[in-house]
């Protein structure tokens, strides 16, 4: 069951393939910012996917971050989500996110996601093809 104020997190070293140089969003070479998006949400998809009913994913639907420090390659950075708030159709998801390195907080903000079929929303997708 859903609850507010579970919380989930994660850490990860910045290596070569999260820098902004290699995702092609910056031409430094520090964690790029779609990198910590990326883990924001996939900590906050494995926070509640073990709660849903079967054949439910969840899927983003928003994301709001700033990412206010540069962390180096090969400094761990620690990921954490909490479910801060369920809509009334019990729907949609928001969690607030936070980054931090091993010097100081780097990003923060919140991440909507929407619970979904799997099913019927890859067969939706799948139908634009014709």
Known sequence: MLTLG????KTITVTADLLATHVGSGSVDVFATPAMIS????VSKALVEEL???GRTTVGIQVNVSHIAATPEGMKVT?????????ENGK???FRV????EAEKIGEGTHQRAIISKERFEQKAKAKLG
């Open 6 to 9: 579970i919380k989930n997190e």
């Open 39 to 42: 883990c924001m949400e996939d």
């Open 52 to 54: 849903l009913e079967e």
């Open 79 to 87: 990921i954490s989500s909490e479910l801060v708030s369920i809509s």
């Open 92 to 94: 949609i998801l928001t």
């Open 98 to 101: 936070e980054a931090f390195d």
